[in-house]
């Protein structure tokens, strides 16, 4: 057991050596922001120490460049460049055997997604798919479901620790 903690943490000691120059290569060639990138690039290798135990040598370049890109999308988000991002994806990117194996699992969490929305109540289920599927913000939502805004933050607060949860379960 301590063997394979010591091997997990050579790894990802390795990785960080070999991947974290073009990591931030790739981060600021997309928001062409040095600083950001950089910490956008600590940022991976920190979310990648939580998934030590799952990391194996010929995975883990693959591992560490779709942390890359999913923290990209959540910075996009912060930013509200999402629909520069969506015309980025479609547009440019040309499609590879990483991209379908992207969109497989994709795919794969959008189901889990969808089932673990069955299983939510009535009204959270409502206000988690106006949010996230009709992309209403929350004012539009609690005038249209009549609800305080307290009221639909603390619905999507939870159903997506629910969401969360159970596809951290199923991963």
């Excluded at 600590?42 to 979310?47: A, E, M, N, P, T």
């Excluded at 779709?66 to 994806?89: C, F, H, M």
């Amino acid at each position: 057991m301590e063997d394979m903690k010591t091997t997990s943490n050579e790894l990802v000691a390795n990785s960080y050596r070999q991947y974290s120059r073009p990591v931030h290569a790739y981060l600021f060639n997309r928001i062409d922001d040095w600083e950001t990138a950089r910490d956008l690039t600590q940022d991976v290798f920190l979310r990648l120490l939580d998934y030590k135990p799952m990391l194996r040598p010929e995975t883990v370049k693959s591992f560490i460049f779709t942390i890359a890109s999913n923290l990209l999308v959540d910075y996009w988000r912060r930013s509200g460049l999402k629909q520069e991002y969506t015309s980025y994806i479609y547009d440019c990117c040309p499609t590879s055997v990483e991209d379908v194996e992207s969109r497989v699992v994709v795919k794969d969490l959008l189901t889990l997604e969808r089932y673990t929305l069955n299983k939510l109540s009535e009204q959270r289920r409502k206000v988690y798919a106006m949010k996230r599927f009709q992309d209403k913000d929350v004012p539009e939502i609690a005038a249209e479901l009549q609800l305080s805004i307290r009221t639909v933050e603390n619905h999507l607060r939870l159903g997506r620790k629910t969401v969360r949860e159970y596809i951290r379960q199923c991963i």
